[in-house]
């Protein structure tokens, strides 16, 4: 696999893939665990104690503030008192497992200004700074209840892979990405909620408008903006939990990271979809979200890959996989194998190339999802029939969403799936053009060169250990 691929990044890749070691379980001695959990707690007992102070801000503001609704009195009232206790049972070491209803409680205070519709923006945005700053002390901070905050000495990149997924200068791209989808959909979800008059569009005039308030919209039980900035909310947090080897140290981080940018995705792109099918009109800050998101997708799933390699060799070896994806381990290595670059030395251009390793964009997903893109925007520019229309705005959301992905190199072979959307477009435009010779033309001029378009694999500069040889 590594002959004949173009260098991009600062750091060689592996031309050979190194002997994997002896697997090592985290929690192979039980009473040594045990002792290092209880020490872990001893050293995070403050963050109980802020916890706790941020319960009885909770408890005490029905008394100082104008909820201007009984329910979420009562709610926060009734989650700070619950905070309170569980925090206090999960004090002592023997019962740690007490914090996973604080972090129920605090998913609760995300969730509540949603459920109730909150007649103020005051209530909307304290329950959700006080839910994450919850959230950050109880489990970002800590770790897991039980995992005792361990990780153990061992290599940073993962067996045959030339850099390390789960490094800080991999993830910052992610966590930004997601932030911005979060102020993004905070901004729509307070003209939901009715606390702003007028939402801006950068793109389409009133096209936000409409969306928001469309009968789609409207039919959700809550706000499906203000949702969608709690989820991204979680996104950001998850891809700050865990250190630089999280892929073998925490697993679970990973698989909840990778829980909450895929659903997020498939999210995003059913919504895009929905918007000229059923609406009639585009959200141009919601694009944007989506955008923002479908970067992310490709940044993320490397860690996946790892994490699958990893307890797959658990497995092989005997491991409770069930064990490891909670507690994690590590493989037996020298002292420097493994481990990640010094980079106090790197450039803002090697920083950068550093940050985006794995992923590349080829000329031909380039112009896969320039395609995609012109087919959604079709339908406005160049008008045919409405089931035409739809087909456009279906396929081309397809073509976007599959080229996005395969930029991964992990995910390279994804690009395949393009093939039957492209001969989808070509039928599509036979079949429903309606006798417009243009559109006609754009549909099989478009497919086809989606199809031709999905063949070319384009260049691969890193090493994925016995993954290699999925990456064609």
Known sequence: MASGRTALTTQPAAKHQPRVNTFVEVNSDRASLEALRVRHQYRTLWTYGINAMLACWLITCPFLMDYKSLAL?????????????????????????????TLSAAFWLLLAPLMFWSPTPAVYLQDTLVGTLIITFALLIPGLPGQAGIEMDGRDIPPGWS????????????????????????????HQLD????????????????????EISRSFPISDAGFGAVAYVMEV????????????TAPWTVAFFALLVLPLGITSIILVITQPMFVGAWCGLCLVAAAFLLTSVPLAVHEAVAVGQFLVLAQKQGKSVWEVFW???????????????????????QRWIASVQGVNIPVTLAAQIAIGAWLMARPDLLPATQTAANCDHLLGAFIVTTAALATAEVTRIARFANVPFGSATVFAG??????????L?????????VTLLSI??????????????LVR
């Open 73 to 101: 009195q009562t709610s926060d009232t009734i989650c700070g008192a619950a905070i309170l206790l569980f925090e206090f049972l999960a004090f002592s070491p023997k019962r740690h497992w007490f914090r996973l209803g």
């Open 163 to 190: 850099y390390n997924p789960s490094s800080w200068i991999r993830r910052w791209l992610g966590i930004a990405l997601a932030l911005a989808g979060f102020l993004i959909s905070r901004y729509l979800a307070a």
């Open 195 to 214: 606390y702003t008059n007028t939402v801006w569009d950068p793109f389409f005039g009133n096209g936000t408008e409409r969306v928001l308030t469309s």
């Open 237 to 248: 947090m998850a891809g700050c939990m865990g250190g630089r080897a999280r892929w073998r």
């Open 327 to 349: 507690h994690g381990g590590s493989i037996g290595v020298s002292a420097d194998e493994g481990k990640d670059p010094d980079r106090l030395q790197y450039s803002l251009t």
């Open 430 to 439: 036979i079949f429903y053009a309606g006798g417009n010779p243009i559109v």
């Open 441 to 449: 033309a754009n549909a099989v001029l478009c497919g086809t060169l």
């Open 456 to 469: 070319p694999r384009g260049p691969i500069s890193e090493d994925y250990g016995n993954w290699n040889r």
